[in-house]
């Protein structure tokens, strides 16, 4: 176990008689030791970055697995790399490690930032909930993926508990709170969206619109329902009726489709592999957006894309309907549909779908943000102990 402090940590709260509850400084404690790549890493990260730069009245203790958080004079942070090891390690420390430690810690809240409630406490929770496999329409057999699989035939049980026990959910769309809601038969007032911040690259540079159109992007992980083989069915479809001079870009690598069952001999498509998100930011600059995923929390390149002002085509799904209202460079495609997908990249191509340098890329004030997470964990804070 590895802690990292920095300056003094707040005073242990004084406990009277009935009505008698006071501390110097509030606690709480930010729990997120699955954070180790992607979405989730980039998520706490920015949580880390806002109660870093911003006081807030509160001494923040952050319990990460890997996650390089420096520390701060009012942040703590706890890592504990060997959780992983194992789900065997992940479990030890979720069921009986962390409960001791939050104990000792006794703080006035807990923010748990990955999808689950922590189990044998009776500290206030608070939980960020961005793992909608368990809410998906799609089914997963075992075969396919034995993590995607157990997400949403055994843990999913344990994140629907977790909604209905909490005090608050935190969530990142209102298409995702309330699918949410639905699902677990919760209050939808129970929820709160926040979105996250949505980088925007270099907003001087103007967007290229004539090598837009012939050239398409795709940045994604690799992943069945990411939805490459309606892409692959589109260009087929696309040669078929004579039309060439255009390129697609795929941040996947050919064995890492190929892995999927996905091989493709085309001089169109390009794998360039991993980028620096730097460089992405920089490529929506010059491309059209091609986003096919079939399931997504956010869409975090839809709001990208849109916050640079590009052509986009997206799936019709309810979280590109929500990324992309009242964009007017956007144009929807059937997911299940390679004709659909044809047809749109055609229009690009050949001028057909116009552009409007003007379209507005913001997106609408509808959404919370990390200032009123934390004033949500304040005021649990306020609120005396179970």
């Known amino acids: 176990m590895l802690y990292c402090c920095c300056g003094l940590a707040p005073r242990m709260r004084k406990r009277g008689r009935m009505g008698e509850w006071q501390t110097q400084m509030r606690k709480v ?102 793992q909608m496999i368990p809410f998906s329409d799609l089914r997963f057999s075992f075969g396919e993926s034995k993590t995607k699989w157990f997400y949403q035939h055994i843990l999913s049980k344990f994140i629907f508990a977790s909604m209905r026990k909490a005090e608050k959910v935190v969530v990142q769309t209102h298409w995702v709170a309330r699918r949410v809601a639905q699902r677990t038969h919760t209050p939808l007032e129970k929820y709160l969206v926040a979105l996250p911040d949505v980088p925007k690259g270099d907003a001087s540079a103007p967007y290229d619109i004539q090598r837009a159109r012939h050239s398409f992007f795709y940045p994604s992980a690799v992943a069945s329902y990411k939805n490459f083989g309606l892409l692959y069915e589109a260009v087929d479809l696309l040669r078929g009726a004579g039309v060439a001079g255009f390129e697609v870009l795929l941040t996947a690598t050919e064995e890492q489709l190929a892995g999927l069952g996905l091989t493709k001999n085309d001089p169109a498509f390009r794998f360039i592999g991993a980028q620096p998100h730097e460089e992405i930011l920089k490529r929506y600059k010059r491309t059209t957006l091609l986003f096919p995923s079939k399931l997504e929390t956010l869409g975090l390149p839809l709001l990208e894309a849109r916050a640079n002002q590009a052509l986009i085509l997206a799936g019709d799904t309810p979280f590109g309907r929500e990324a992309l209202d009242g964009y007017p460079n956007a144009r929807f495609f059937d997911v299940a549909s390679a004709c659909s997908l044809a047809d749109a990249m055609k229009g690009i191509i050949d001028g057909s779908i116009a552009y409007d340098p003007a379209g507005d890329p913001g997106i609408s004030g509808r959404y919370a943000g990390w200032e009123d997470v934390v004033e949500l964990l304040r005021d649990i804070c306020q609120e005396p102990p179970v």
């Open 29 to 130: 404690l930010v729990y997120d030791i699955a954070a180790d790549s992607g979405g989730a890493l980039s998520i706490l990260n920015a949580f880390y970055r806002y109660v870093s730069q911003h006081p807030t009245g509160i001494h923040w203790y952050f319990m990460v697995s890997v996650a390089q958080l420096p520390c701060a004079p009012n942040i703590t942070v706890i890592r504990r790399p060997n959780v992983k090891k194992s789900w065997f390690h992940r479990l030890w420390y979720d069921v009986a490690v962390t409960p001791a430690l939050v104990k000792k810690i006794a703080p006035d809240a807990l923010f748990s930032m990955q999808n689950l409630m922590l189990p044998r406490t009776r500290v206030k929770q608070v939980v960020y909930m961005q």
